[in-house]
DNA sequence: TAGATTGTTAATCGATTAACAATC
DNA sequence: TAGATTGTTAATCGATTAACAATC
C-alpha cells in the first residue's frame, strides 16, 4: 500500500482544530447544515485562508461555492484527532487539580476518559475521589498492561513529578499529559504535553501591567 | 521624560519567562550566586541565543564572560511580570475547577491571589469553598470598586460565561483569566487570556494517534 | 452564466537560530 | 593575555496572509 505523504500539521494548526470542533458541534445543534470558512474565521477572528488550511491539514475537503458538509467536517476533525472512541486515561495525583480534572465531564468528548486514579502520596492512598479509590502507583504497571491504557495525566506536586513521570513510563504508557511544573524527559517513545498555567498567568500578569492604571490618578 | 522605546516583547517570550524565574529560584535556593544564558538554555532545552534575547526584552543585562547575577536577574523577570506584589483578583465559578484554582497556593507567587468567590448559580451562592463564601455576581461590581480588584479569574461552564465575563467587565476588572470554553469579547479595556485545556489535549491525542501502537499485532 | 467558495501558489511577516564583534 | 560570555546584526525557518486560478 503506498502511503500519500503528507507534511505533518502543525502545532498551531492542531491547536486550532478543538476551536472549529466546537463551534461545528454547536452549529450543527441549531441544525445547520453546510459551513464555509468564512462562517468559521468570522466566529474565531481568524483568517480564512488560515482556516482552509487547517481543515485540509486535518484531511477535510469542501466544495466550491457550497463549502464544507457540517456533519462529514465535524467527523473528520473527530476522526483526525481521535476523539470519536475516547482512550482510556489514568490520572496520577488525587489533589485539588487532580480531582477538578477528574470532575470536568467534557473530556469524554475530547478523547479521554480516565478510569482509576493512583497517588504516590501513601496519605491519599485508599481514600476516594469521584467515586474512584485512590490506588498507589504500585499498582499502575500492572494495571496499565491489563486495562490497555496508553494515556496518564499527571497532577502531582512539583517535587513528585519526575519520579511519578518516570513510573508512567516504565508502566508503558505512551502520552502523559504534565500538569506539574517540571520538564519531563522520559525519552522518544512518551509524548509529553505540559500545561502550564504559569506562562499563560505570565502573559495576562504582563498586558495588565501595561494598561493605563485608572488608579494612579490621585 | 523621554522614555526609551522598546519593542514590545513577543507572546512566545513572554510565556518562557516563569520557567526562567522558576529555575531561578529553584538555583537561589540551591546558593548558586551567577548564571549564564547557557545555563538556563540547557535546563529548558532552549537555544542560548533564545534565552539572551527573552532576558533582553525583560530588561536584564549580564556581564561579559560572568553571566547574570542570579538574584538581580530573578527580581527583574519578576518585576517585569508585576509578580512582586501579587494583585488581588475575583474567582467567578465555585465549581471543581475553580475550587482547584483556588486551592493552588502557588499562585500568590505568580502574582495573583484570589480574594474573594462569586457565582451566577444561585444554588451555589451562599455556600463556601475553601474557607471563603460564595456570593451572587451582584456583589461584583461593588465590591471591586471598594477593594480596587482589577483581575478575574472566570471557572463558570460555557453557557454562563458570556453573561459572567460580561458582568466582570462592567464591575472594572481590566484582566480575565478564562477558563471556560467561549471566546470573550470584551473591548480593548479589558484583557483576556484564555485557558483551553482541549487545545493542549488535541496535541497530545494526535501525537499518540500517530505513535505506533504496540497493541496492533495481534 | 455569474458569483461564491475552495484549493494552491506566492508574498509577507515574525520568531528562531547563526555569526560575530564587544567586553570583562 | 586568553577565553568565555554578552549583546547585536544577519540569515534562516516556518507560519500567516494575500493573490488567483479552478470549480460547482
Same mark, same amino acid.
Given at each position: 500500500?503506498?502511503?500519500?505523504?503528507?507534511?505533518?500539521?502543525?502545532?498551531?494548526?492542531?491547536?486550532?482544530?478543538?476551536?472549529?470542533?466546537?463551534?461545528?458541534?454547536?452549529?450543527?445543534?441549531?441544525?445547520?447544515?453546510?459551513?464555509?470558512?468564512?462562517?468559521?474565521?468570522?466566529?474565531?477572528?481568524?483568517?480564512?485562508?488560515?482556516?482552509?488550511?487547517?481543515?485540509?491539514?486535518?484531511?477535510?475537503?469542501?466544495?466550491?461555492?457550497?463549502?464544507?458538509?457540517?456533519?462529514?467536517?465535524?467527523?473528520?476533525?473527530?476522526?483526525?484527532?481521535?476523539?470519536?472512541?475516547?482512550?482510556?486515561?489514568?490520572?496520577?495525583?488525587?489533589?485539588?487539580?487532580?480531582?477538578?480534572?477528574?470532575?470536568?465531564?467534557?473530556?469524554?468528548?475530547?478523547?479521554?476518559?480516565?478510569?482509576?486514579?493512583?497517588?504516590?502520596?501513601?496519605?491519599?492512598?485508599?481514600?476516594?475521589?469521584?467515586?474512584?479509590? &485512590?490506588?498507589?502507583?504500585?499498582? +499502575? #504497571?500492572?494495571?496499565? $498492561?491489563?486495562?490497555?491504557? /496508553? *494515556?496518564?495525566? =499527571?497532577?502531582? @506536586?512539583?517535587?513528585?513529578?519526575?519520579?511519578?513521570?518516570?513510573?508512567?513510563?516504565?508502566?508503558?504508557?505512551?502520552?502523559?499529559?504534565?500538569?506539574?511544573?517540571?520538564?519531563?524527559?522520559?525519552?522518544?517513545?512518551? &509524548?509529553?504535553?505540559?500545561?502550564? +498555567? #504559569?506562562?499563560?498567568? $505570565?502573559?495576562?500578569?504582563? /498586558? *495588565?501591567?501595561? =494598561?493605563?492604571? @485608572?488608579?494612579?490618578?490621585?
Amino acid at each position: 500500500m503506498i502511503a500519500a505523504m503528507h507534511h505533518p500539521i502543525s502545532v498551531p494548526s492542531l491547536r486550532r482544530l478543538p476551536l472549529y470542533l466546537r463551534l461545528l458541534e454547536a452549529w450543527r445543534a441549531e441544525g445547520r447544515e453546510q459551513v464555509s470558512c468564512t462562517h468559521l474565521a468570522d466566529a474565531l477572528g481568524f483568517d480564512p485562508t488560515q482556516v482552509r488550511k487547517d481543515l485540509a491539514a486535518a484531511g477535510a475537503s469542501g466544495r466550491p461555492k457550497v463549502g464544507y458538509e457540517l456533519k462529514t467536517l465535524r467527523d473528520c476533525l473527530a476522526g483526525f484527532l481521535g476523539w470519536d472512541n475516547p482512550g482510556e486515561a489514568f490520572l496520577v495525583g488525587a489533589g485539588p487539580l487532580g480531582q477538578a480534572l477528574l470532575a470536568y465531564e467534557g473530556f469524554a468528548a475530547r478523547g479521554m476518559s480516565i478510569v482509576a486514579v493512583f497517588d504516590p502520596d501513601p496519605g491519599r492512598v485508599g481514600g476516594s475521589v469521584g467515586g474512584k479509590p &485512590v490506588l498507589p502507583l504500585a499498582k +499502575l #504497571a500492572n494495571l496499565a $498492561a491489563r486495562m490497555h491504557v /496508553r *494515556l496518564g495525566v =499527571l497532577a502531582v @506536586p512539583a517535587d513528585a513529578a519526575a519520579e511519578a513521570g518516570r513510573a508512567m513510563a516504565e508502566a508503558g504508557l505512551q502520552g502523559i499529559w504534565n500538569f506539574a511544573p517540571v520538564r519531563l524527559d522520559l525519552g522518544p517513545l512518551v &509524548v509529553v504535553e505540559h500545561v502550564d +498555567l #504559569a506562562q499563560s498567568l $505570565a502573559v495576562l500578569s504582563h /498586558r *495588565l501591567a501595561e =494598561l493605563p492604571q @485608572p488608579s494612579e490618578i490621585t
